[in-house]
């Protein structure tokens, strides 16, 4: 995959303006730290309640600061896209809380849910468990047969939101967004496919027929590791207003100072995304020649069995990367325990390059058998390769494999 295809395109200005909003010309928009804003024009406000407006009113009802940064995130989504002539966006408290809603706003008891199999571990939980106990099934499916996949939708007509994860937290594996948009449309079901490890930087999943993105802002869009935050990109008015009643009546908003932070983060996305992927490649290239790795899972290697699709409907094989040591387990705690210059921790998506154990942190709430059968093994090192020097990258993963 071609990692110094940088996306030369209106996408990277969308990033970087901002709107005067509320006629206020700061450089940078304004936070507004404020619960409440005053009623100026007794009659709008009136008519605000009576939805015929959208003034500002009340900050769980819409904040400027935020507004603006998640029209930014829809816009980014629906750039260059043509089918998509108008995407609105939500902002969120968390990932968590936007894939909840996003979830919310098209399910209700005696629905199913169509679920990739492997996901990130809440997300899972949240659909197995959470979502089971107010009476939503759910199905899992790895996407790779879709004969297979048509014949559990039509034994499962209860079925109402396939759920995607691509690429998927930890493996990086992929499904074909557009089979599966296209089946699903035949059966009025809605796709929601979570973006967070690629961003709209390397994929639009508009562009092959999803419904609704979801997104943990926290991660890449952020990008400086400052806060929590979450986004619902949908493309159309009847969605939009479904997801918007479910933000207003469960509350799970995000405050103006994360949503500023937010947007600064975004600003270099572009530029960022580069880097991660070019150090990625250069490390998930040095790490599948050392004796001591097993196998390496990144989107930019031909051993990757979803390379060719992921060429196909990603831009670049973004900074995420997992593989397993020689030695399973205690080679992978070893390894963790002699990282010097990178990050132990758990998150992703930031400048400095992060290594992290999914099977005790990310996907601990996987049970170990789903965990296995999905390829998450109990050795497996998830890194989120960062924009450091590279040399500083490689030689820090080659001390800490010397000592294992
Ligand atoms: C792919 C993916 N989706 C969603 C989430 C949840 O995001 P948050 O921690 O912002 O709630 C995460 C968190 O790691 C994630 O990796």
Known sequence: MNTDNIRNTHYKSICVKDPSIENNHGHIPPIYATSTFTYEDLDAAFAFFRGENKIPIYT?????????????IADLEACDVDEVKEAKGLLFASGMAAISSAL??????????LCQAVTYGASSDLIHNSFKALGVESVDSDFKD????????????????VYLETPANPTLSCVNIKAVADLAKQYDIKVIVDNTFATSYAQQPFRF????IVYSSTKFMNGHGTGLSGAVVVKNEEDFQKAYKIQKNFGGILSPFEAYLLNIGIKTLPLRMVQHQQNAQQLAEFLSFHPKIKKVNFLGLDSHPDQELAENQMFGPTGMMSFELEGGLDAGIKFQKNIKFCTRTASLGTTDTLVTHPASTSHSVVPRDKRLAIGITDGM?????????????????????DAV
Do not use: C, H, W
Request: no cysteine; proline share 3%.
């Open 381 to 401: 090192i998830r890194s989120s390769v960062g924009i450091e020097y590279i040399e500083d990258i490689i030689a820090d993963f080659a001390q800490a494999l």
């Open 60 to 72: 769980r009802f819409g904040n400027p600061s935020v507004g603006f940064v998640a029209q930014k």
């Open 209 to 212: 027929g999803a419904d609704i």
């Open 104 to 113: 919310l706003s098209q399910l209700k008891s005696g629905d199913a849910v």
């Open 146 to 161: 879709m004969e297979k996949v048509k014949r559990i939708i039509q034994a499962n007509p209860t079925i109402r939101v």
